[in-house]
C-alpha cells in the first residue's frame, strides 16, 4: 500500500507537546535519558536472569523448583526486553550512545535481532500505529483479526478465547522454529538423535516453560497498549491519502494507558503501561513517564483530545478479550 500522510495544521498538537515537555526537563535540570534508578533495574534484572539460567542448567533443580524457575526466567526475561533493549533500542537508556547500543544488543543475546527490531518497531511501528498494511504489530493474519479493514475468518469467532494460546508461542516463532524439528524429527540433517532421558526432556521443555511465560507477558503488554476497545484505526483519505489527524493526536487516538498508579507494574513492564507517554516522546526515558503524563493529560484536556486510561491491568485485559470478540464476530 501507499505510505499516507499525516495531517499538517499551522501550529500543531505535537509541537504544543514538545514545547511544555522540554520546558519540564529544562526546569527542572534533568536530563530525558535514562538516570541511576534504570541502570540499577537493569543490573538487578541481568543479575538475575544470569542466576538463574546457571542454576537451572548447571545445578539441576528438583522438577518443582525449577518448573518455579522457569516461570520466573520467562517474567526476567520479558522485564530485560521491556526496560533495558526497549529504552536502548529507542536511544533513551543513557545519554552514551555506546550504553544505548549495548542496552539494544541484549535482545540479540536473548535471539533476536535489534536490527529487525529497530526497523519493525521504531520505523513502522511508532510511525504508523494501528495502520493496516504497515504497522506489522496488528498483523497476525490469518490466525487473529485485528483490525475491520482485515479479512474475516470463521476462526475469529473464536479468537477471544484462543489468543491466550497464540501469545504464548510469540517468542518460539519470534526466535526459535528449527530445534523443535529436530525434536520431533529424532535427528539432526541426516544423524539420529541419540536417546532422550527424561531429563533431556524436561530441560526441553522446561525452557518451552519459560518462553511460553514470556511471550504471553509480551504479547499482553503490548497489545493493551492499541487493540482495546476504544482506540482507533485509522484509514488514509483514498482521494489525498491522509490520515485525518496530525501525528500526535494520531498517537494517543490509538494507544491506551494501563495501571498506571501501580508502580509494581510500571517498574517490571518499564513504563510500558504508560504508552501514550512512549509513543509521544520514545526518546525520553520511561522512568520519567509519570511527571510527563500530569503534563500531557492536561494539554489534553486544554485541547479536547480523549486521554485513555485503564486504572487495573485486568480492566485493560478485559478490554482486550472484549475487542478481540468483536473483531471476531463484527
Known sequence: MAIPK???????????LKQRIGDYFDNLGKSSTGNFSLFAKAIILMSVFIFLYIHLVFFTPVIALAIAECVLLGCVVSAIG????HDGAHGSFSKNKGLNRAAAFTLNLLGGNSFMWNMKHNVVHHAYTNVDGLDDDINIQPWMRMSETQKK?????????????????????????LDYKKYFASKVGGVPLKKMELSDHFVFWGF????????????????LAHTVEHTAFPIANVETNRLEDEWAIHQIKTTANFATKNR????LVGGLNFQIEHHLFPKISHVHYPAISK?????CQEYGITYLEYPRVRLAVASHVAFL????RK
Open 6 to 16: 499525516f495531517a499538517t495544521v499551522p501550529h500543531s498538537f505535537h509541537a504544543e
Open 208 to 223: 518451552l516453560v519459560f518462553t511460553c511465560v514470556a511471550g504471553l507477558v509480551l504479547s499482553l503488554v503490548f497489545q
Open 153 to 177: 475468518y470463521k476462526l475469529h469467532k473464536y479468537q477471544h478465547l484462543y489468543f491466550w494460546f497464540l501469545y504464548c508461542l510469540l517468542y518460539i516463532f519470534w526466535i526459535f522454529l
Open 82 to 85: 521491556f526496560n533495558v533493549m
Open 295 to 299: 503534563i500531557i493529560r492536561q494539554a
Open 325 to 328: 470478540r468483536e473483531m471476531g
Open 264 to 267: 509494581v507494574v510500571s517498574w
